[in-house]
């Protein structure tokens, strides 16, 4: 009996293609011993020995940690199946030996889109026992945010429950996760214990596009090529596009990737905090290689108050309501209380206080890059990287406090200036492999940014499938980013459908998911034609407002029940054809 040959075009990922070898390597070995025309025990070959690396990830990270995993299990033995945890249904975890999970966290505490199914069917009453299960889960997080590494210590804490066994504890890492990423699997890793001679060896490696080298840590330093304003007269917004050249970095990307940028914070406030620490920019700092200037206007965050910032200086302010929200414990008090203040507004509460440089230092996290939706397909756009991207400005207590990036962008590196970028693949937000199907984007604001990158995508590669946008904001006259380029897809026949929602332009607001009511029957027809569904955008509101509309749609449409609608929606995201990049 031969191996299924998996043909070169079949509609796999390398990943995924990986992990359907192992799968068929194993079924054959089970064929060849248990068939009429089975070889001896001694002739048989050994198979590898296979292990489960499943992932969730909202960006990306706890994926490229996964693969990782995945290249140490194969130079132990092992024939490793790399797959989202979404894949995954119950009985196929109950028969897995051994498994490793890596998992990031999403906002307060919640599980990332592509892990949501398999932890309500992994805390379910139903869920199996999993006493053969070997298993170890490295968390990925941010200690910025109070639920820190939330989903996996859930994960792990409920695997336990069901009987499995930890290969080793958990760890839970922070921003910089790579370093004990890497140690913690070299230590959690087991042993194939394939000793046999005859042993086939592991699957190769999917083939992986060539990295560049350049990361977070290594940010390649790109020339801005354009940086003009998108948003008309008279917005509300700034919202601007952003070009950078790659020129011979060898960086490559795909529409949906996102770009990652390293600010550098606001001169005047950084200028503010040194002053209120009444220090110099060249302050020496006990245990750091930098003086103090450097420090706050590359290393360290300033913006946005730390947790071990708060917690120090609430008992130095001396001001009621601060110590009030922080002592209760009141999450959505405190941040109601620091909503618009930065660390210079804390600070200021009590002008009195003289506070150390270096013991001020030791409360603020490191500078972090911002991460934005790549706007441009690289097919039509070869060398470069466009963004979209909103300048945030506001006032408070007399003075103008900015975003961190977004206004460095804005007003510190103008076309011919520099920054330092990279690229940050999301594998999970793609445009369909089959150019025929049908696509839905629903993208308000800069959350149209990856979709034409999509829609470049697909004019480059002459897809046949229809393109419907749904885009809006507040005013059609002021904030119709991109409206020339957008007109020009919509009368080419490119963009098949395009809705649009200016909620300040009538008496009645009206928003993109009012829009997607509005069409259902079209919308639901789309979908049952196999479209793919995609949101970028606000998470706060608009992506559960969407959210809630396409259940509505799936609902009233198809003439189903509330749970069979939930079933239906639940199929689109494990076909992974509704997908979000929401921020």
Same mark, same amino acid.
Request: negative net charge; glycine residues 8%.
């Given at each position: ?419 330092? $970028? ?17 696509? $839905? ?143």
């Amino acid at each position: 009996m031969k191996l299924p040959y998996i043909p070169e075009d079949a509609p796999f990922s390398g990943d995924q293609r990986a992990w359907l070898g192992g799968f068929l390597a194993g079924l054959h070995s089970r064929a060849v011993m248990g068939g009429a025309t089975a070889v001896s025990a001694a002739e048989a070959p050994v198979q590898a020995k296979p292990i489960d690396i499943l992932f969730g990830t909202q960006t990306g990270n706890a994926e490229e940690v996964a693969n990782e995993a995945a290249d140490l299990a194969r130079s132990k033995g092992f024939a490793p199946r790399v797959a989202d945890l979404d894949a995954v249904e119950m009985d196929q975890l109950a028969a897995m030996e051994n498994l490793i999970v890596v998992i990031s966290t999403y906002g307060e505490g919640e599980m990332p889109d592509n892990a949501e199914l398999f932890w309500d069917a992994l805390s379910a009453t139903t869920a199996p026992r999993l006493e053969n299960l070997n298993y170890g889960v490295l968390a990925l997080g941010d200690t910025g945010y109070e639920h820190f590494c939330q989903a996996g210590k859930l994960i792990d804490t409920r695997l336990e429950q069901l009987g499995a066994k930890r290969l080793a504890d958990r760890v839970d890492c922070d921003i910089d996760f790579e370093e004990p990423a890497t140690a913690w699997l070299a230590a959690a890793m087991p042993e194939a214990g394939t000793a046999n001679a005859d042993a086939a060896p592991a699957a190769e490696a999917p083939k992986k596009a060539e990295k560049s080298g350049y990361s977070r840590k290594n940010p390649y330093v790109s020339t801005m090529l354009d940086n003009h304003i998108q948003s008309g007269a008279g917005s509300a917004k700034e919202i601007r596009h952003i070009s950078f050249d790659l020129a011979d970095s060898g960086m490559t990307y795909e529409a949906g990737d996102a770009l990652g940028v390293m600010p550098v914070n606001a001169p005047d406030l950084v200028e503010a905090v040194i002053t209120r620490l009444g220090a110099t920019p060249e302050t020496a700092i006990v245990g750091q290689d930098k003086p103090l200037g450097e420090l706050l206007s590359t290393g360290l965050e300033i913006m946005t108050p730390s947790r071990d910032l708060i917690r120090a200086l609430e008992p130095q302010a001396k001001d009621d309501e601060f110590s009030h929200v922080v002592s209760n414990g009141d999450k959505e008090a405190l941040e109601a209380f620091l909503w618009g203040k930065d660390t210079l507004d804390l600070l200021n509460l009590n002008p009195d206080l003289a506070l150390d440089a270096a013991e001020f230092v030791s409360w603020l996290k490191p500078l972090q890059h911002r991460a934005y939706s790549i706007s441009s397909s690289p097919k039509a756009h070869p060398g470069e990287v466009h963004l979209t991207v909103a300048a945030v400005r506001w006032a408070y207590n007399h003075r103008q406090h900015k975003g961190v990036c977004s206004t460095f962008l804005a007003d510190h590196v103008p076309a011919g200036a520099e920054a330092g $970028i990279f690229m940050s693949p999301n594998k999970s937000f793609r445009v369909p492999q089959d150019d025929s199907v049908p696509m $839905i984007m629903v993208g308000p604001g800069t959350g149209v940014a990856p979709f034409r990158a999509f829609l470049e995508e697909r004019r480059e590669r002459g897809a046949a499938g229809a393109n419907w946008l749904f885009f809006g904001d507040q005013h059609r006259a002021s904030d119709f980013i991109y409206e020339d380029e957008i007109s020009a897809m919509s009368a080419s026949g490119l963009l098949t459908r395009l809705d649009l929602a200016f909620s300040r332009d009538q008496v009645e607001k009206i928003y993109v998911q009012n829009r997607m009511v509005e069409n259902g029957k079209d919308l639901f027809a789309m979908l049952e034609e196999g479209g793919h569904f995609y949101v970028c955008g606000d998470a706060t509101r608009m992506a559960k407002d969407v959210d809630a509309a396409l259940h509505q749609i799936i609902e009233t449409q198809g003439g189903m029940t509330p749970e069979a609608a939930t079933e239906y929606f639940n199929r689109l995201k494990r076909e992974k054809r509704y997908v979000r990049d929401i921020y």
